[in-house]
């Protein structure tokens, strides 16, 4: 399922805290600061795309709460983009479950939906770069070589997720197929592209079905 997300008028307060950390240092400087999460609980924050149409304080999804095992919203540290406005925004987060931390980058697993919406959206990162190229007169044969080098080519072979990185990284083995689990999820490029967990409120739409928060969660879990 995908969400869109309208943007906070005004960005909140920074809260300190390790994946607060982890967010501000991958995000570009003019980013909006994580939000302070007792601002937040106190004022909850509008979901328009909510299946059942009503408020939806995201709270629980801030960064300073992703844990492993936990659910998040993910985006790549490479998403930051210019809004109307000027500020800095990601067009689409997506929804997944925190796994594992490799280098200082997330990795998550998620849905068949979210994984082949990974997919997509890379695919037409690519249409846009090939177009630019275009447009820049460069010719069929050194355009179709130049987008392979800046962006893996993805596809689906059945239920395998193929991500193909030989033109990336000059390495002819550079391929990997990414499985489902048992449960039927993925862990797209993992271990392998710099996801970062993001706030939902910096992202313009969302995809996945947004878990509801734990009964449990509270403001002081987070605390440092």
């Not at 920074?14 to 106190?42: E, F, I, K, M």
Request: hydrophobic share 30%; charged share 30%; glycine share 8%.
């Amino acid at each position: 399922m995908t969400h869109q997300r309208k943007a906070p008028r005004t960005p909140l307060p920074t809260h300190s805290g390790a994946t607060t950390r982890q967010y501000t240092s991958h995000a570009p400087d003019d980013a909006p600061p994580c939000a302070d999460l007792s601002d937040r609980d106190r004022a909850p924050v509008m979901d328009p795309g909510h299946p059942h149409g009503d408020d939806r304080n995201l709270s629980h999804l801030h960064p300073d709460r992703v844990r492993p095992g936990g659910s998040g919203v993910f985006a790549g540290d490479w998403a930051w983009t210019p809004g109307p406005d000027g500020r800095m925004r990601i067009p689409t987060g997506y929804v997944g479950v925190l796994v594992d931390d490799w280098n200082g980058w997330a990795v998550f697993t998620c849905t068949p939906e979210v994984a082949r919406a990974i997919v997509d959206d890379h695919d037409r990162a690519r249409d846009d770069h090939h177009r630019q190229l275009t447009a820049e007169g460069v010719g069929a044969a050194q355009r179709e070589r130049r987008v392979d080098e800046a962006l893996a080519r993805l596809w689906f072979d059945g239920d395998v997720l193929v991500a193909d990185h030989r033109a990336v990284s000059d390495d002819p083995d550079a391929i990997a197929r990414h499985r489902p689990d048992p449960a039927g999820r993925y862990t797209p490029m993992g271990r392998s592209w710099t996801w970062i967990a993001v706030d939902p409120d910096d992202c313009d739409r969302i995809v996945g079905d947004i878990p509801h928060p734990p009964a449990t969660c509270t403001t002081e879990d987070t605390r440092v």
